[in-house]
Every structure is written in structure tokens, then in C-alpha cells.
Nanobody, 121 residues
Framework: QLQASGGGLVQAGGSLRLSCAASGSIFSINVMGWYRQAPGKERELVAAVTTGGSTTYAESAKGRFTISRDIAKLTMYLEMNMLKPEDTAVYYC?????????????????WGQGTQVTVSS
């Protein structure tokens, strides 16, 4: 129901765009977001967006990443620029039934399968 894609290997300073294709019923959910999890670390929220267009970003993502939703394509995107080696992780898209943005992974109800992003130095 959520299908993430777009990961890959990129050099530091490069860019990637992640995509998350959703079924119609899930795409209408208010809150959708991107999480990432690096080896040995907890899953963390990178960015989230509501149907109204409000966005939330982790401090590490501000100024470099942009989250968006394309209603016509039922797809959410994460445009990542100026990538750093510390951005290396598996990135997951997720959707929450809550009315407001939450950072808690256990409050997201639907998850994509993850896509690997590797940034070399």
C-alpha cells in the first residue's frame, strides 16, 4: 500500500529524490512522512507533510530536504540535496491516522518497505 523507491549510492554533496507511491485510501490520510534508520540507531522522523501542506523537518534536514505530495499521482516525495555521509540510512515512508504530525514511529499506521540511501565521502 506504500511503495518507496529512489534510493541509491551518491557522493557527498549530491542529490537524490525519494518517491512513495500510495494507494488512494492511504494517500488521503492526513499525515505522511519519511523516516530513516541507520545501523545501530533508532528510527527517526526526517520530514512529514499534511494534506493541507504543512511540513515538519528534523533539524538535520532543514535547508537541505524538501517533502511534498502530488495528489494527482498519489505520490509523496523527499528531495534531498547537499547529502552528507551521515544521511546514510534506510529511508521509509509512512502514514499516520492521527490528525496532527507526530514523531513517534509507533503512531504511524502504514509503512513502506524502505529504500537504501548511501552517501560516500
Amino acid at each position: 500500500q506504500l511503495q518507496a523507491s529512489g534510493g541509491g549510492l551518491v557522493q557527498a554533496g549530491g542529490s537524490l529524490r525519494l518517491s512513495c507511491a500510495a494507494s488512494g485510501s492511504i494517500f488521503s490520510i492526513n499525515v505522511m512522512g519519511w523516516y530513516r534508520q541507520a545501523p545501530g540507531k533508532e528510527r527517526e522522523l526526517v520530514a512529514a507533510v499534511t494534506t493541507g501542506g504543512s511540513t515538519t523537518y528534523a533539524e538535520s534536514a532543514k535547508g537541505r530536504f524538501t517533502i511534498s505530495r502530488d495528489i494527482a499521482k498519489l505520490t509523496m516525495y523527499l528531495e534531498m540535496n547537499m547529502l552528507k555521509p551521515e544521511d546514510t540510512a534506510v529511508y521509509y515512508c509512512a502514514a499516520s491516522l492521527l490528525l496532527g504530525v507526530t514523531k513517534r514511529p509507533n503512531e504511524y499506521d502504514y509503512w513502506g518497505q524502505g529504500t537504501q540511501v548511501t552517501v560516500s565521502s
